[in-house]
C-alpha cells in the first residue's frame, strides 16, 4: 500500500532532479545544528541512517517539515525511532523524523484515533490526505522509542527505491561549521592468512603513528612477505561539538595508485546488517574498539566496498619498495593522511598453524550438527569466511565456541525439552546462558523440541519462565479524587522473557497508555476524555512473551 501510495505521489509530480539538491529542504529545527550522531556511523549491528540533530538536551522544540509534501507514513513504536513521521516530497525524496515527544494537533488527533481503533500503541499507518506545506510544525522533538537521549534523528530516502542518502548532500552540511580534521586513533596491519607474518606475527599487529611538520601522519614500519592489509579506528569532531562521529570517506593507495574506498553517500537497510563484516568484529567483541577494514577478505553484498576493484591486500615481494598511504575525510573535506613504510622481510622461522575447532565451516555449504539433547543448523551463507568450531554438548548445554566470527545470517538453535512437563513446556524458550544469567531469545515449539534463530556463538540450554510481568508504583491511591492530575501512570517490568503486550480499561472501555520502555512507565492521558465524574474503575492486563499474565484493578474519583 506504501508503495503504490510513492508511485501515485510521483506520477503527480512535476519536478524532477538529476542531482541531489542542495536549497530545496529547510533545516528541521530552528537552533544551531550540531550533531551526536552521522550518516554511516557505526552503531551496534548497523550504520546510522540518518542526522541525530541535539536539542540541547531538552524536549518540546517544534520540528518543522523540511519542504512541501505528504505525510505517507506514521509509526508508534516502543523501540527504534519511537515516534516517527515520514513525509514524501514533490521531488522524489522522502524526509524521515525520529524519536519525537508527540505530533502536531492534527496529525495527534488522526493517530490517537486510530489507536483507539486498533487498540494499540503502537501503530503504523499509511496516510494519503495528510498534506504539509515548508515550515509547519508537524511535532515536538522528544526522546521516543530507542534514543539514549533527547535529539532528533533526520533522514533521507529515496521515496521509490527506499535506499537510504546521506542527508549532507541535500545541504545540511551548509548548516553545520566543522574546521576539525578527522581524527585516526589507531591503526592495525593484518596478515592475510595463518601462513603470513607481519611484523614477527601471526596476528593483527598495531602500529604507532607520528605526527609529522605538514599535519600528516607517518607509521611506524612494516615488514612482511604475502598479503597483508590495513583497518583503521577513525572518527570525526565538528568546531561546536565534543561528540566523536563518524567519518565520512576513506581512500587508500599503494605507491600513488587507489587500492581502496568507501564513501558514506548512500546504502540500503537490508546491508546495515553487514557492518559486522565491515569492521574487525573479533577485536570489537573483545575489546569494544571498531576498527575499520580497509580490504575484503571474501566477498559480500555491502554496496559501500563492492564497487572496489581490486580487494584491498597488498602483496609484498623482495626487491619492491612499498609506501602506503590513508586518507580519511569528513564531508567537509577535511582531511588526515598517514603514510606506512612497508618492507619486505622473510620469515625465518614460520610457524604452522593448525585449526583448533573440532568442526570447520565452509560458507557455501550447510551443516547440522546433532547431539543427544542439541542440535544446531548453519545454513549456507551463514558466516563470512570459513572457520574451525569447537561445537559441543554438555549437560544439556549447546556449546558453540564464541570465536566471535561475524554472522551473516542466523543459526537454528535446538533443544529437547521432553523433560518438562506439557504445561511447562509452554513456558520454555532457548536461553542465552551468561554465567548465572540465562536470556530470552524468541523461540518456537514443535512436539517436545523448543528452536530459535540466533546470531552470536555461545552457549544455549533451555529456559523456562512462569513469573507474571509486575504492575507497580501507581501514581494515585485507590479511592482517591484526581482531579488535579493530568495523567495516570503505573510502572511495569519482566524480569526475564520481557514485556508483549499491555491494555488497560476505564470502567470497562479500552483507554490508551503509552510505554516507555526506558523509564518502565504506562502512561495515560486524561486529556482523552475518558474519565467520567465520580467512582472510576481502571484495569491494567500485562502480559509477556511467554503469555504470563498480570493484572492490576484499582479506583478513583474524578
Known amino acids: 500500500m506504501m508503495k503504490s501510495i510513492y508511485i501515485l505521489f510521483l506520477l503527480a509530480s512535476q519536478v524532477i532532479f538529476a542531482q541531489y539538491p542542495k536549497d530545496y529542504f529547510r533545516s528541521p529545527l530552528d537552533i544551531s545544528i550540531n550533531l551526536s550522531g552521522t550518516f554511516g556511523e557505526l552503531r551496534p549491528n548497523h550504520f546510522h541512517s540518518g542526522l541525530d540533530i541535539r536539542t540541547n538536551n531538552v524536549e518540546g522544540l517544534p520540528v518543522y517539515a523540511?519542504?512541501?509534501?505528504?505525510?505517507?507514513?506514521?509509526k508508534v513504536s516502543t523501540f527504534g525511532y519511537g515516534k516517527a513521521l515520514y513525509i514524501a516530497h514533490p521531488n522524489g525524496y522522502t524526509t524521515v523524523y525520529g524519536h519525537l515527544q508527540k505530533f502536531s494537533d492534527k496529525i495527534e488527533a488522526y493517530v490517537k484515533e486510530q489507536q483507539y481503533k486498533q487498540k494499540s500503541y503502537e501503530v503504523e499507518l499509511y496516510p494519503s490526505t495528510l498534506k504539509v506545506t515548508k515550515g509547519d510544525v508537524i511535532a515536538l522533538s522528544g526522546n521516543s522509542g530507542g534514543s539514549g537521549g533527547p535529539h532528533l534523528h533526520f533522514e533521507f530516502r529515496d521515496t521509490v527505491t527506499e535506499k537510504i542518502i546521506n542527508p549532507m548532500a541535500f545541504g545540511m552540511s551548509k548548516l553545520i561549521k566543522d574546521e576539525m580534521n578527522p581524527v585516526i586513533s589507531s591503526l592495525m596491519v593484518y596478515p592475510a592468512n595463518d601462513s603470513i607474518s607481519v611484523n614477527k606475527s601471526k596476528n593483527p599487529v598495531s602500529l604507532s603513528l607520528q605526527k609529522q611538520v605538514d599535519g600528516s601522519f607517518l607509521a611506524s614500519k612494516v615488514v612482511a612477505s604475502g598479503k597483508i592489509g590495513f583497518a583503521l579506528n577513525s572518527y570525526d569532531l565538528s568546531t561546536n561539538s565534543y561528540n566523536k562521529n563518524g567519518i565520512y570517506k576513506v581512500v587508500s593507495y599503494l605507491n600513488g595508485s587507489q587500492i581502496f574506498k568507501y564513501e558514506f553517500d548512500t546504502f540500503a537497510f537490508d546491508e546495515s546488517k553487514h557492518i559486522n563484516y565491515f569492521i574487525d568484529f573479533n577485536r570489537y567483541k573483545k575489546l569494544k574498539q571498531r576498527f575499520q577494514k580497509l580490504f575484503i577478505k571474501e566477498n559480500y553484498p555491502l554496496s559501500l566496498v563492492s564497487g572496489n576493484a581490486k580487494n584491498g591486500f597488498i602483496d609484498i615481494k623482495p626487491k619492491v619498495n612499498y609506501t602506503y598511504k590513508i586518507e580519511v575525510f569528513d564531508y567537509h573535506g577535511n582531511k588526515t593522511i598517514v603514510n606506512i613504510p612497508i618492507a619486505y622481510e622473510k620469515e625465518l622461522n614460520p610457524i604452522s598453524v593448525t585449526s583448533k575447532g573440532n568442526y570447520y565451516i565452509k560458507t557455501k555449504s550447510d551443516y547440522n550438527f546433532e547431539f543427544e539433547k542439541t542440535s544446531v543448523y548453519i545454513p549456507v551463507n551463514a558466516l563470512y569466511e570459513n572457520v574451525s568450531l569447537n561445537i559441543s554438548e554438555k549437560e544439556g548445554v549447546l556449546d558453540i565456541e564464541d570465536n566471535y566470527e561475524a554472522i551473516q545470517n542466523g543459526l537454528t538453535v535446538t533443544l529437547d525439552m521432553s523433560h518438562l512437563s506439557e504445561e511447562e513446556q509452554k513456558k520454555a524458550f532457548v536461553g542465552t546462558?551468561?554465567?548465572?544469567?540465562?536470556?530470552?531469545?524468541?523461540?518456537?515449539?514443535?512436539?517436545?523440541?523448543?528452536?530459535?534463530k540466533v546470531k552470536a556463538f555461545g552457549k544455549y540450554k533451555v529456559g523456562f519462565d512462569n513469573v507474571a510481568p509486575r504492575i507497580y508504583n501507581p501514581n494515585f491511591i485507590e479511592g482517591s479524587n484526581i482531579s488535579k492530575l493530568s495523567t495516570l501512570s503505573v510502572s511495569i517490568s519482566d524480569a526475564l522473557s520481557g514485556i508483549d503486550t499491555y491494555n488497560a480499561?476505564?470502567?470497562?472501555?479500552?483507554?490508551?497508555?503509552?510505554?516507555?520502555?526506558?523509564?518502565?512507565?504506562?502512561?495515560?492521558?486524561?486529556?482523552?476524555?475518558?474519565?467520567?465524574?465520580?467512582?472510576?474503575?481502571?484495569?491494567?492486563?500485562?502480559?509477556?512473551?511467554?503469555?504470563n499474565t498480570a493484572t492490576f484493578s484499582s479506583n478513583f474519583i474524578y
Open 505 to 547: 480499561y476505564l470502567n470497562g472501555e479500552w483507554i490508551l497508555m503509552e510505554y516507555d520502555y526506558k523509564t518502565k512507565k504506562l502512561v495515560h492521558n486524561l486529556k482523552d476524555g475518558k474519565v467520567i465524574s465520580g467512582k472510576n474503575d481502571i484495569k491494567i492486563v500485562v502480559t509477556d512473551k511467554l503469555d
Open 433 to 452: 546462558v551468561f554465567g548465572l544469567k540465562l536470556d530470552y531469545n524468541s523461540s518456537f515449539r514443535k512436539g517436545n523440541k523448543v528452536s530459535s
Open 66 to 74: 523540511a519542504a512541501d509534501g505528504i505525510i505517507i507514513r506514521i
